[in-house]
T-cell receptor, first 110, second 115 residues
Framework: DVKVTQSSRYLVKRTGEKVFLECVQDMDHENMFWYRQDPGLGLRLIYF???????EKGDIPEGYSVSREKKERFSLILESASTNQTSMYLC?????????FGPGTRLTVT | AQSVTQPDIHITVSEGASLELRCNYS??????LFWYVQSPGQGLQLLLK??????LVQGIKGFEAEFKRSQSSFNLRKPSVHWSDAAEYFCAVGAESGGYQKVTFGIGTKLQVIP
């Protein structure tokens, strides 16, 4: 089975801090994704990447950036965290269209 | 751009009763479709997927879904619900554009199962 791991299950940061969320997959998948999940809004795509050093904006990229230096690792960066970025962040990878999700990181910005 | 509508935010069913969760999508071409389940505090698990071929798709945990192109629907069904099926269910539509894929999710349907 594909395993997607995320560096933290829970994270608390202060407003204005730079935040790194790390995601690693172990199945050599080309595609990787970052979503945020909020009650009543479902999952919304922030960024995705289809190859090393390649990235594409999703539906809500504002306030975020990403990095993909190695195929197995896809990082989400909050340059200056704000309270409206408090959310559940889900990473996923895929090769044959179906997404494989990690357990999620619940980020609280105070 | 594709979109997904899950019209029911909450559904309550009795254990042993049948279940149908509705999903409608919007996409200009033939999409590929998914249902995912999320138990409390967990990530999302793939229940089933439709890419092409037989429009009735079997998934894990006794779930099935039927793709109806004329209705732009992909409803999820289970003949007899178990208490462990209480979770949140997400329908998703995927499409390929510019050589890469993009998957869009609905807002989810929260299923409560009562004894």
């Amino acid at each position: 089975d594909v395993k997607v791991t995320q560096s933290s299950r829970y994270l608390v940061k202060r407003t204005g801090e730079k935040v790194f969320l790390e995601c690693v997959q172990d199945m050599d998948h080309e595609n990787m994704f970052w979503y945020r999940q909020d009650p009543g809004l479902g999952l919304r795509l922030i960024y995705f990447s289809y190859d090393v050093k390649m990235k594409e904006k999703g539906d809500i990229p504002e306030g975020y950036s990403v990095s993909r230096e190695k195929k197995e690792r896809f990082s989400l960066i909050l340059e200056s965290a704000s309270t409206n970025q408090t959310s559940m962040y889900l990473c996923a990878s895929s090769r044959d269209r179906a997404l494989n999700f990690g357990p999620g990181t619940r980020l609280t910005v105070t | 751009a594709q979109s997904v509508t899950q019209p029911d935010i909450h559904i309550t069913v009795s254990e042993g009763a049948s279940l149908e969760l509705r999903c409608n999508y919007s996409y200009g071409a033939t999409p590929y479709l998914f249902w995912y389940v999320q138990s409390p505090g967990q990530g999302l698990q793939l229940l089933l997927k439709y890419f092409s071929g037989d429009t009735l798709v079997q998934g894990i945990k006794g779930f099935e879904a039927e793709f109806k192109r004329s209705q732009s629907s992909f409803n999820l069904r289970k003949p007899s619900v178990h208490w462990s099926d209480a979770a949140e269910y997400f329908c998703a539509v995927g499409a390929e554009s510019g050589g890469y894929q993009k998957v869009t999710f609905g807002i989810g349907t929260k299923l409560q199962v009562i004894p």
